[in-house]
């Protein structure tokens, strides 16, 4: 799996002595996403994966607003895995399991769901900012294990800059996604439309798209015998 655009705690954010670290865009972000994530999770239980949590704040504020929801961290940087168990035992909050180390570009890339130590069947897939700063094999292994993973009535929600149509939403994002190809020609703001037909192959369909604030959106997927075709 790439390496990351920014890895937090080397682009002069703050780390605590605990090595927590802290993410500009959580503050700015996570209200947004707990919006559209909080009427699907509402009144349920189960188990739910952050792919790629980065620092851990997300996970940590999404937690804490729903004490039934069991939350399984993970990402593959050593230090981010640091933060997010930092910023899991600072929390106190007892829904959150130690991170996990995943590849996403493995579409098995929960092995804690094949040995028994980790979830069961998820309730949700959580995933932001990683797909368009990590070659498109993740992407691939993203929708195929959410395929294999999430139960009958589980979702995927993916957060982050996309094309429409096959054009950027706006001009900050033509800039960045040049910005990112510039830096690695297999990195990119992804289509909907491709992840719509990645989707298609694993079993899911588009359930929704939510505009979010700087031109971002969260896609959101479920299973394809689940969805209805005049919603």
């Known amino acids: 799996m790439a390496e ?16 927590r670290l802290d993410a500009a865009a959580f503050h700015r972000n996570h209200q947004a996403i707990w919006a559209v994530l909080r009427p699907f999770l509402a009144s349920k239980s189960g ?3 952050e792919a790629g949590s980065g620092t851990g704040q997300h996970v940590v504020h999404f937690a804490g607003h729903s004490p ?16 997010i168990d930092a910023w899991r035992a600072h929390s106190g909050l007892s829904n959150i399991r130690p991170p996990l180390r995943i590849d996403l570009s493995d579409p098995a890339w929960c092995p804690a769901m094949h040995d028994g130590s ?11 900012n990683v797909i368009h700063i990590a070659p498109w094999r993740v992407a691939e292994g993203l929708l195929e294990g959410a395929g294999r993973y999430l139960r009958a009535d589980g979702r995927l929600f993916l957060y982050g800059p996309f094309k429409r149509g096959g054009k950027h939403t706006a001009l900050s994002n033509a800039v960045f996604d040049t910005s990112l190809r510039e830096s690695n020609a297999e990195w990119g703001v992804r289509e909907v439309e491709a992840l719509e037909r990645l989707a298609a192959g694993a079993g899911l369909a588009l359930v929704e798209i939510a505009e979010m604030p700087a031109n971002n959106l969260i896609l959101v997927f479920g299973r394809s015998e689940t969805v209805d075709p005049g919603a």
């Open 4 to 19: 990351f655009v920014v890895e937090f705690g080397r682009d002069g954010g703050l780390v605590e002595a605990d090595g």
């Open 47 to 49: 188990d739910v994966v």
């Open 68 to 83: 039934d929801i069991t939350w399984w961290p993970s990402d593959l940087n050593t230090q981010h895995l640091r933060s």
């Open 118 to 128: 980790g979830p069961g069947k998820l309730l949700a897939v959580f995933c932001a």
